[in-house]
C-alpha cells in the first residue's frame, strides 16, 4: 500500500483517506487506531466493558437516571451522568439538543421544522432526532460561531 | 429572559400574518353578508383588536418543556377552542356584527379555523426558511470538520 503524506494550508481541513480495494483486518486495524487517536469512551454492553470511539456516537441519551451512547446501529451504557459525559466531550462536535440528549453535529444528515418552533434532525443513519425549540438558538450559535466553538474534529 | 425575548419575537410574528388574515377574513365576510353596511373609520380597529386576542394563547401555552407531537397537537386544539370562543363571544356581544344571521356566525366560526391553519401554514414556512439556513451551516460545519 503505497503511503502519502502532505501538508495543507491551515485553512484546509486536515483529512486522512484511507483507499482500499478490500476491507481486510489490517485496515480495519488502522481505522479503529485513528479512531482510538479521537478520543474513546468506556461503556457496556450485556456485561462487557467496551472502548467505543467518539467518532462513532451518533448521539447520547439519559433514561431513567442511565446515560446511553448510540453509535450507527447498537447502543451502549456509560457510567456517566449526561453533564459529566458533555464536559467530557466539550470541545467536540456534540451539543445539548434535549435536556436529556446529547447529539453529534457531524452525524446529522439534514434538518427539517418540527412544529412550534422544534426541529428535527435526520440522522445518517436514517433515525430522527427532536432538537427541542430551547436549544434550537444554541445549535445556530455552535454552527454559526467563528472557528465553530462546538466543534473541533471528532 | 431569552424564553422571554423569544416568545415576544414570535407573538410579534404571529401578531401582523394574523392582522392581515383577519382583514380578508373580515372583507369576505362582509362582501359575502352585510354587503350594503357602512361602517366608520374604526372599523380598521378590528383586525389588530382580534389578531391581538389571537396572540394571547403564544404567552400561555410555553414550549419550553419537551412535549411530544400528540400533546403539542392537542395544545394546538385547545389554543384554536379558545380563539373560537372568544372570538364569538365578541361577536355575539359587537351590535354592529349581524350574528342574528346563521351563515355569519358560521362564517367566523369557519374563517377563525382558516385563518388558524394559514398562521400555522405562515409558522411552518418561516420555520423551514431558518432550517433551510441551518443546514447551510451544517454543511459548512461538516465540511470544515471534515465529514465522518
Do not use: C
Not at chain 1, 467518539?54 to 451504557?77: C, G, H, I, Q
Not at chain 2, 400533546?71 to 350574528?99: H, K, Y
Amino acid at each position: 500500500m503505497e503511503l502519502k503524506v502532505k501538508q495543507v494550508p491551515t485553512e484546509q481541513p486536515e483529512v486522512l483517506e484511507i483507499r482500499y480495494h478490500k476491507l481486510t483486518d489490517e485496515i480495519e486495524e488502522i481505522i479503529s487506531f485513528v479512531k482510538s487517536r479521537q478520543g474513546q469512551l468506556d461503556a457496556r454492553k450485556d456485561g462487557r466493558e467496551i472502548e467505543i470511539p467518539v467518532v462513532d456516537v451518533f448521539y447520547a441519551e439519559s433514561v431513567d437516571n442511565r446515560v446511553f451512547l448510540y453509535t450507527e446501529k447498537d447502543s451502549f451504557e456509560v457510567r456517566l451522568k449526561l453533564y459529566e459525559l458533555e464536559e467530557k466531550l466539550g470541545g467536540r462536535s456534540f451539543i445539548r439538543v434535549q435536556k436529556s440528549m446529547l447529539l453529534n453535529l457531524m452525524k446529522i444528515k439534514s434538518i427539517k421544522p418540527a412544529l412550534g418552533g422544534r426541529y428535527s434532525a435526520l440522522l445518517k443513519n436514517g433515525e430522527e432526532i427532536v432538537i427541542s425549540r430551547k436549544y434550537v438558538m444554541d445549535l445556530k450559535n455552535a454552527l454559526t460561531r467563528p472557528g465553530h466553538g462546538a466543534g473541533g474534529k471528532v | 429572559m431569552k424564553i422571554i425575548k423569544e416568545r415576544l419575537q414570535e407573538a410579534v410574528r404571529l401578531y401582523f400574518v394574523l392582522v392581515t388574515l383577519i382583514s380578508v377574513l373580515l372583507m369576505i365576510l362582509g362582501m359575502a353578508f352585510d354587503r350594503d353596511r357602512i361602517l366608520g373609520y374604526e372599523v380598521f380597529l378590528s383586525p389588530l383588536i382580534y389578531a391581538a386576542i389571537g396572540i394571547i394563547p403564544v404567552f400561555f401555552f410555553g414550549n419550553e418543556k419537551e412535549i411530544s407531537m400528540k400533546r403539542l397537537l392537542i395544545q394546538r386544539f385547545i389554543t384554536l377552542g379558545f380563539i373560537e370562543t372568544v372570538m364569538l363571544a365578541l361577536a355575539f356581544s359587537a351590535s354592529t356584527i349581524p350574528t342574528e344571521k346563521k351563515g355569519v356566525v358560521i362564517g367566523i366560526a369557519v374563517g377563525i379555523v382558516v385563518v388558524y391553519v394559514l398562521s400555522l401554514a405562515a409558522e411552518y414556512l418561516f420555520e423551514l426558511g431558518v432550517s433551510k439556513s441551518i443546514n447551510k451551516a451544517l454543511a459548512e460545519y461538516q465540511s470544515e470538520n471534515g465529514s465522518n
